[in-house]
């Protein structure tokens, strides 16, 4: 089985552009606040992904679910993938 590392992620979402949603798994807890998991389904790139800091932290972990992949990190959990 592969390693998945952040070069797997960004390739991921570069290569599947127009066509990652996301999915919060686990409340947020970030420097703005916790937010709840609103278990809302959306859209995304790598651009919006490091906007909404989910991969700005040392400690994101990956691992591979149906059609994507789950990171998870101190702050939360989501599911990135494609329909």
């Known amino acids: ?36 998991i609103d278990g809302k389904e959306t859209e995304t790139s790598l651009e919006k992904v490091y906007d ?9 972990y990956f691992s591979e679910i149906e059609n994507g992949f789950n990171v998870y990190n101190c702050c939360g959990s989501w599911n990135f993938y494609t329909k």
């Open 52 to 60: 909404q800091n989910i991969l700005t932290y040392s400690g994101n």
């Open 1 to 36: 089985m592969k390693k998945i590392n952040l070069a797997t992620f960004k390739s991921f979402l570069k290569k599947n552009e127009g066509n990652v949603f996301f999915k919060q798994e686990t409340d947020v807890i970030s420097d703005e606040g916790s937010f709840q």
